[in-house]
C-alpha cells in the first residue's frame, strides 16, 4: 500500500505555524478533540520547527493533498510517497 508522507526542510523552516494550521486533517482533528498532539495532529511545530507526525500504526496519516505545501511561506515542505505493508 502507498501512503503520503511530508518531508521538511529543517534548514528553511522558520516554524511560522502556517502548515500546522493549514491541514485540513489537522483541522478536523482540531475540531473534534479540541487540541493538537502527537498522537491526532499530521503536522505539527515542536521546538520551533516543523515536524511530520507519521506512524504506520496510526490509522489517520497525511492524505497527501498538498495544502501545506502551498501555504508554507518558505517553501520548506515536499511530499513523498512511501510503501508499507
Ligand atoms: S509553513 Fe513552512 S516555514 Fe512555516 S512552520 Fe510550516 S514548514 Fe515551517
Ligand atoms: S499534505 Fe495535506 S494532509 Fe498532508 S500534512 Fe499537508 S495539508 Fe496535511
Given at each position: 500500500m502507498q501512503i503520503y508522507r511530508i518531508r521538511i526542510n529543517h534548514n528553511l523552516c522558520t516554524g511560522c505555524n502556517v502548515c500546522v494550521v493549514s491541514c485540513?486533517?489537522?483541522?478536523?482533528?482540531?475540531?473534534?478533540?479540541?487540541?493538537?498532539?502527537?498522537k491526532n495532529a499530521v503536522i505539527l511545530v515542536k521546538n520551533g520547527i516543523a515536524i511530520s507526525v507519521y506512524d504506520d500504526e496510526r490509522k489517520?496519516?497525511?492524505d497527501g493533498c498538498g495544502v501545506c505545501i502551498e501555504a508554507c511561506p518558505q517553501d520548506a515542505i515536499e511530499l513523498e510517497i512511501i510503501e508499507v505493508e
Open positions: 485540513p486533517i489537522n483541522f478536523n482533528k482540531l475540531k473534534k478533540e479540541g487540541k493538537l498532539t502527537d489517520v496519516n497525511c
